[in-house]
């Protein structure tokens, strides 16, 4: 019987019994009274035909277990198969059995559906998982093993198949028992070995899962899987290093085409940061099939990471000719000339990027290139005229325009712009925060501590918030003991942060500790040297009495960033 049918059938008993039975449907008879509820079948049955018998057994298994009466209902079915030799119907009564987590009727089914259905490995793996789950290792090997002598065709995939499901278990002890017979017996079969070792290190027995997984390699060098798999173990066990030699070690030998292999070695090192040693790998694989382009989109974003912008280019420009991805690849193309200072050659690319996910950012990067250039009201037209389809889309353009407005220092309309945004949108962060930012330019310092407060009440553990209130409070007012407890916030979630670590310099400045001062300054400049922080160290060191050493740090920073006002501005205050 199909399965495809049972409902038909159910439909058709029902109909069948309601209008043609004038009295109650015969009750099954076991010699004794019995619950309501946990009724079965019995071996007597006052029918007229094997149909009526079937119909009947269908009707009360449907009906019980719609009234959540499981026993009853796996019983009738189980008769039901029985009745008809269907194994569907015996696959029915296991699957719901297991579902009611009745155990000894799950293993009754499951072996009479091996019983009707003695070919389908699908039963049979069923059957042998019920018995890992009692513990009868014996019995669930001889199951496994008819899984695999039934698909000998294609035993990989029946030793991945049992090995998945076995992972699964939770009677972990029960599991490696059954494997441990099944490798006793297949001491050469390196399909075996894998399955023990992908279950082994789903439980998190590396050293046993990097055993079994050497041995299948032993037996069959060349196969990428169980590579992939021992490499997958070294990293689950931290040895990236090992990982990455497992992988070479193959690709330097019979496996140096193999494009899944490479492919894992990449995403390898993309996973632990090591994006030019994961650009080679990316760059051999363009090399072995230059029509591939997502190998080809996947070396350029990696050269344009390690900043190989030629490589990036061509990579990218292949995939316009291509026709490959093309929205992308302009995008990109932009970020390229943004980073090598082409401001109206990356306009250009954006331009030519239509509708879709990069779209948006496209124009938004035209408009912040446009006021970078000193254009500002081309780049306001730019940012207007943009479509916005969600809250979250109005919102990048409202700080958008503020920015433009702030790059501009027209700092009164900017702060306009993040005023009017928040009559609409009075708790967005964002918008809070640049608000604020704005604020402190005008001075209006009750509007700074107010909106970065409201931040801060709403995300008690937002850092710029908290870092950008200590600061504020440290360097415009006296307020030292606010500040300083709002910096050790923000750096207690943030401790290599070099902009709180600066604040925690700057505070400890105000407050007259010099000393510790410098020690904050001096860590936040070797974290990252920016001009900021190079005023402030310069300026404590000044007062310190190391003038030479301060004029040194602002000679540097100027070096880097010509005309800095910070640094011009605090070399102007002590004279020079």
């Known amino acids: ?126 059957l042998g ?31 991945i198949r049992i090995s998945s499901q076995l992972s699964k278990e939770s009677n972990q002890e029960g599991v490696l028992k059954v494997l441990d017979l099944l490798i006793s017996e297949e001491t050469s079969n390196p399909f075996a070995f894998f399955s023990y070792a992908h279950v082994a290190a789903r439980f998190n027995r590396l050293p046993l899962a990097l055993t079994q997984i050497d041995k299948a390699l032993a037996i069959k060098p060349d196969w990428s899987e169980a590579v992939i798999l021992k ?13 990455v030699t497992t992988f070479k070690t193959a690709l330097d030998g019979p496996l140096k085409s193999n494009t899944s292999l490479r492919m894992a070695l ?30 080809i989109y996947a070396a350029a ?82 940012v207007r005229r943009i479509p916005t389809e969600t809250e979250q889309e109005r919102i990048q353009l409202f700080l958008l325009e503020g920015d433009i407005m702030a790059e501009a220092g027209r700092f009164p309309e900017a702060f306009d712009i993040y005023d009017q945004a928040l009559r609409d949108l009075p ?32 995300d008690p553990n937002n850092v710029q918030a908290l870092n950008a209130l200590g600061y504020t409070l440290a360097d415009r007012t006296t307020r030292y003991d606010e500040a300083l407890e709002f910096i050790k916030r923000a750096l207690a979630l943030e401790p290599k942060d070099a902009a709180i670590i600066d ?9 007259g500790r010099n000393q510790e001062a410098l020690n904050y300054l001096k860590e936040a400049i070797a974290l990252m040297g920016d001009a900021e922080i190079a005023a402030h160290l310069g300026e404590v060191l000044w007062v310190s009495g190391n003038k030479q050493e301060a004029v040194k740090v602002w000679n540097r920073a100027l070096r880097d960033t010509p005309e800095n006002k910070q640094i011009m501005e605090v070399m102007r205050r002590f004279g020079l």
């Open 266 to 295: 990449g995403r390898l090192f993309m996973d632990v940061k090591r994006l030019e040693e994961a650009r080679e790998q990316y760059v051999i694989l363009a090399q072995q099939d230059a029509t591939n382009m997502d190998v």
């Open 231 to 243: 490499s997958r173990i070294q990293q689950m066990n931290k040895d990236i290093d090992g990982a």
């Open 1 to 126: 019987m199909n399965m495809r049918y049972l409902h038909v059938i159910i439909l058709v008993a029902m109909a069948a019994y309601l209008g043609a039975c004038t009295a109650s449907p015969p009750q099954p008879d076991t010699g004794k009274p019995q619950p309501a509820q946990s009724r079965g079948p019995t071996q007597q049955h006052p029918f007229e035909s094997q149909d009526q018998k079937l119909f009947y057994e269908l009707l009360v298994a449907e009906m019980a277990w719609k009234r959540e009466d499981s026993t009853t209902a796996i019983a009738y079915y189980l008769e039901a198969a029985k009745t008809t030799g269907s194994p569907e119907l015996a696959e029915r009564a296991t699957r719901m059995a297991e579902f009611a987590q009745a155990n000894e009727q799950a293993m009754t089914a499951a072996q009479l559906w091996t019983e009707l259905a003695p070919d389908s490995s699908e039963a049979h793996q069923f």
């Open 427 to 458: 708790d967005n962060s964002n918008l809070l925060y640049a608000r604020a930012i704005a604020a402190e330019k005008l001075d209006r310092l009750d509007v700074v501590e107010h909106d970065l407060r409201k931040i801060i009440a709403q």
């Open 129 to 159: 998982t019920l018995y890992v789950r009692a513990s009868r290792a014996e019995d669930a090997l001889a199951q496994y093993r008819r899984v695999v002598t039934l698909e000998k065709q294609d035993e990989t995939q029946a030793y």
């Open 503 to 511: 604040s925690m310099g700057w505070i400890h400045y105000r407050m």
């Open 301 to 382: 974003l990696l050269s344009l990471q390690v900043e190989k912008y030629k490589e990036a280019r061509e990579y990218l420009l292949k995939m316009i000719k291509a026709k490959a991805r093309d929205d992308e690849a302009r995008f990109y193309l932009g970020q390229i000339e943004e980073k090598v200072n082409n401001p109206a050659g990356a306009i250009k690319y954006y331009r030519d990027v239509d509708a879709g996910e990069y779209y948006l950012t496209a124009q938004m990067r035209i408009g912040a290139l446009l006021a970078r250039q000193g254009k500002t009201e081309e780049a306001l037209k730019q």
